[in-house]
């Protein structure tokens, strides 16, 4: 197998596109594309030509001969990929198919002119796929200073190799027909009649940024609160760089086993002086050098089977950090070996069945994984001093004392005012990412979604590559189909109307101060050391160059 696909895969399928001999699955025309934890290339049918490799916009593409040994497991797991799938596959001896970009037939005096609020993955995407045609114009709004949402904010800072995905969404912003709106907030800044005055079309892509919440007593104790709200705190969101994360206590329980679920258990257990090589946050560091937690407990309702957490994430966390399962625990997965018949579920038990044993002393901070523990209420007077869970579909209690408390069961949407909003799935109701009343059934014009606020929090970073896809596509369609309005206002009217309602707006030339002060801060050992609060990120966006006399000068003859 002369090249792999490794952990850091993010599944936008560029790689696929590169491959000469379409030896990359599965492919983004094929239904397990949309709920495969990884990409897979076929050994045999691979000719080492490294075009993949080029591709790949996060590096997780090696050569077989250059794998580290936490690397080593992916040989097998690309590989097993494929015997299952013996006679289902395409041939290996053309491209696989690629979806040309939507056609735009501009208007007279009237290009396509696009608002797109949010700028992470699909955000980026979106604009990519618009910004294929020549002419059209894409303002991406996003209420922070900085951009690229969950890729900033959601990786883990010892993923800097998945992180690398920004270099391709710099290449994305630096394209003619792209501006920044930075630091502006629509729905407080800006409305979106507002914004729909000013564009042929809106489409959001703004995620979803609240947690579900875990309904239990004791949930709002002192010592408690969510994965993703400490994923935030050590990535510096400057909402969460003051979050008060207590870690002067033995043992952390993580409820919900997901991959964040495990983000958050491997950084609370990593050697502090391995992070501090990355951008986490300063705050985070400096209280991970003083914690006191030597377990953290990563509990699950279901059995072993049912791990919420991809095969890939698994293999990283078990290359990296001890993790040990309880012999109760070891025999479930023994017993649920011996029953399952889905490869990619055995294969998570094989890893599992190997795990330590929780008895033994423990010599440095460990991940325990526990299941059939249904949580019921989080115990403690002043502040949180245990979990009690139920043993699943029993009445048997079980207490795991601990300081922190943490929920891990995943993300919601909000909703966006001015659209429709579908409470139970928490996503906009959407065709396609056309936005639908769901009251008549009728699409609102001119409003479209991708991502997350689409279709729910599924998928991985490169997965809304082709929900975004999908949505420009129709998007375009409509454009040309003559259902979208010209804009009302006049181009120059966006600007003024910014920055009457928020003088501080920023825009590429802003982030790209702020970015470079940061790589500066961060010195020779380390990616980058983020600014925490939005007054440090305006201060260094203060320093960007002013724009050429020529641009001035047009700009002010545009006005």
């Not at 920004?166 to 709106?181: K, S």
């Not at 919440?213 to 510096?236: H, Q």
């Not at 659209?419 to 799935?425: A, C, N």
């Not at 420009?472 to 003024?496: E, H, S, W």
Request: aromatic fraction near 6%; glycine fraction near 8%; proline fraction near 8%.
């Amino acid at each position: 197998m002369p090249h792999v696909i490794t952990q850091s895969c993010c599944s936008d399928g560029s790689c696929v596109y590169a491959c000469p001999v379409n030896c990359i699955h599965p492919t983004p025309d094929e239904p397990e594309f949309a709920t495969a934890e990884m990409l897979y290339i076929d050994p045999v049918a691979c000719v080492d030509c490294g075009a993949c490799v080029t591709a790949c916009p996060v590096g997780a593409i090696s050569h077989d001969s250059k794998l580290t040994p936490q690397q080593l497991p992916f040989v097998a797991l690309n590989a097993a990929y494929y015997p299952q799938r013996e006679g289902k596959l395409p041939p290996t001896s053309k491209l696989a198919p690629v979806l040309e970009a939507p056609k735009v037939f501009p208007r007279k005096g009237h290009p396509l002119t696009v608002a797109i609020v949010g700028s992470g993955p699909a955000a980026m995407y979106a604009a990519d796929e618009l910004l294929t045609q020549k002419g059209v114009q894409v303002n991406v709004f996003e209420k922070l200073p900085t951009p690229y949402g969950l890729v900033r904010a959601g990786v883990a800072p010892d993923h800097q190799s998945t992180k690398r995905v920004t270099r391709l969404f710099d290449r994305i912003a630096a394209q003619p027909g792209f501006r920044f709106f930075l630091n502006v907030e629509v729905g407080s800044h800006l409305t979106h009649e507002e914004l729909m005055a000013h564009h042929h079309a809106v489409l959001y892509a703004v995620g979803a940024p609240t947690d579900r919440r875990l309904d239990i007593e004791g949930m709002d104790l002192p010592g408690t609160g969510t994965a993703t709200e400490v994923v935030a705190w050590y990535n510096g969101h400057p909402d969460f760089a003051s979050l008060p994360v207590d870690l002067g206590h033995d043992r952390a329980v993580i409820v919900g086993n997901g991959n964040v679920a495990l983000d958050v258990a491997r950084i609370l257990t990593t050697d502090p002086d391995v992070l501090a090589r990355t951008d986490i946050s300063e705050a985070a560091l400096a209280a991970l050098r003083a914690s006191r937690i030597t377990e953290v407990v990563v509990a699950a309702r279901r059995g072993p089977a049912q791990s919420a957490f991809t095969l890939p994430e698994l293999i990283g966390l078990t290359s990296t950090c001890e993790v040990v399962l309880s012999a109760e625990d070891h025999d479930a997965v023994i017993r649920a070996l011996g029953t399952t018949q889905d490869p990619l579920t055995r294969n998570k038990l094989q890893v599992l069945s190997k795990l330590g044993d929780a008895s033994a002393p423990v010599t440095r901070p460990r991940i325990r994984l526990a299941y059939h523990l249904t949580p019921t209420r989080v115990a403690g007077a002043a502040r949180a001093e245990a979990v009690e869970f139920t043993r699943t579909g029993t009445d048997e209690v079980v207490r795991i004392d601990a300081g922190l408390v943490l929920s891990s069961i995943g993300y919601r949407g909000k909703p966006i005012p001015g659209l429709p909003f579908d409470e139970e799935r928490a996503v906009v109701p959407n065709d396609g990412g056309r936005v639908v009343d769901p009251r008549t059934g009728e699409r609102v014009r001119g409003s479209y979604v991708a991502g997350w606020i689409k279709r729910g929090p599924t998928g991985f970073i490169g997965t809304n590559k082709s929900c975004a896809a999908q949505t420009v596509r129709n998007l375009v369609d409509d454009y040309n189909a003559g259902v979208l309005r010209d804009p009302a206002a006049r181009p120059a009217a966006l600007d003024k109307l910014v920055r009457d309602r928020r003088p501080g707006v920023l825009d590429a030339a802003g982030w790209h101060a702020i970015d470079a002060a940061e790589v500066a801060r961060g010195g020779a050992d380390r990616p980058r050391a983020k600014f925490l609060t939005v007054a440090e990120m305006l201060a260094a966006a203060a320093n960007a160059p002013a724009p050429p006399l020529g641009r001035r000068i047009l700009a002010g003859l545009r006005r």
